[in-house]
């Protein structure tokens, strides 16, 4: 059974830190792509960062130079820091497992609130 599990959410003044991290179990970790992404209310669901299984990251333009994606591949573990955090990073991000259409896993979510 796959399971993606995020951690390290929550209230945060703007112009603050926060570092999630996401534990995988169920799946090969190291042939996987890992991503974050985001939804906030009434939005879409978008991608803030991508770390394939060679290490190549990507990141959405709102995010780049404040993010960074990294992957633990001894501990099955990704993890996003996030610095200079502004109000509309506010969203639920979800961890993401990607290897092909069929194998394509989510996590449950952790909400980050940036807020005065």
């Known amino acids: 059974q796959v399971q993606l599990v995020e951690s390290g959410g929550g209230l945060v003044q703007p112009g603050g830190s926060l570092r999630l991290s996401c534990a995988a179990s169920g799946i090969i970790f190291d042939i996987y792509a890992m991503g974050w992404y985001r939804q906030a209310p009434g939005k879409q669901r978008e991608l803030v960062a991508i770390?394939?299984?060679?290490?190549?990251?990507n990141y959405a333009y709102s995010v780049k130079g404040r993010f960074t994606i990294s992957r633990d591949n001894a501990k099955n573990t990704v993890s996003l820091q996030m610095n200079s955090l502004k109000p509309e990073d506010t969203a639920v991000y979800y961890c993401?497992?990607?290897?092909?259409?069929?194998?394509?896993?989510w996590g449950q979510g952790t909400q980050v609130t940036v807020s005065s």
């Open positions: 770390i394939t299984s060679s290490g190549a990251t």
């Open positions: 993401n497992a990607f290897r092909a259409q069929s194998l394509d896993y």
